[in-house]
């Protein structure tokens, strides 16, 4: 769909900051340019829709050289995404997104119906539409920069960090969205990131950058953590990757055990009904996990008292489906070292234990069932 042939980059006096880029993104899919910071990926990203022309070598885009299509087009055929949303703050939310549209020639109330609704997909309530910029938080703002880059339904999509800027929870929520989007919408979407987990998350594939605007690997982003191809990519990659790899095996083999848990309520705590050694999980009447109950501390043991025990917070959980990387957090991160499994509604399935996923794991890596 895009393809980057023999393509270099020479700021006036500087060293190349990309050199010979050669690169074929895929239709459909998400790829995603990682790599340390000055190393050229935002001067390749911005080469494709001309806000940087090359110095030599050739950009297509579905077979046209972009360099024979009028800059101010090009750009309105793709969408362009960045790191602080780039909203016109004398504007609102709407306009913003709207600003497209008027200059594709949308008559105006057809305009307004289209942001309205690319709001609602990218998870903005309609009450957003009239406030300005400034009246948004950081992870609204980059929303609307998201819908309003959808805004012409471009079959591409340029992202420049465009989560970079936000707090590491609106920055996971906006990940899974854009996920959600990509599902449903099928763009060719190319995404600016520095971090190697955003990158092993959202990429279909993974181009990873080294200094002077070389790709150092290009492949699925298992790949890059199971077999990074040098020693700047397993540098760049890091220490974790190991864990991280875990990621992309299922854990449908992981044995989960029968949940000793009890329904936590006012008859649980006056019939004294917790009689188990060991921690006990406590789950709501509808089998949603509340907590853990500590060895020795339930009701109708001794050490209770006359008091009411309290729970535990829980780890993180493991949904059916989840990979083995979740599924070790989960025991992992559990006070109790038994990790809670549940079903795609959340309510308790069973408990996981770590030995168990380290046996899947090993059984995984010899190829064994
Ligand atoms: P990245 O996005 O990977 O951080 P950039 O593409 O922004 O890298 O930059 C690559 C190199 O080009 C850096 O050395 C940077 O300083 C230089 N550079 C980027 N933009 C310009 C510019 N407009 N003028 C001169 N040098 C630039
Ligand atoms: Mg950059």
Known sequence: MVEFRGVSKVYQGQAAAVENLNLNVETGKITVFVGPSGCGKTTSLRMINRMVEPTSGTITVGGRDVGTIPAHELRRSMGYVMQHAGLLPHRTVIDNVSTVLRLNKVPRAQARTRSLELLETVGLSAAMASRYPNQLSGGQQQRVGVARALAADPPVL??????????????????????RLQRELAKTIIFVTHDIDEATLLGDRVAVFATGGRIAQYAPPEEILRAPLDSFVANFVGRDRGFRHLAFSTADSVPIHPSNGVVWDADALRNNAVAAAGWVLAVNADNYPLGWLAPGTHPGSRAAGPHTPELIPGGSLFQTGDSLRNALDAALSSPSGLGVAVDADGRVRGLVRAPEVLAAIDAAREGRP
């Open 158 to 179: 340029l992202m420049d960090e465009p989560f970079s800027a936000v707090d590491p929870v609106v920055r996971a929520e906006l990940q899974q969205e854009l996920l």
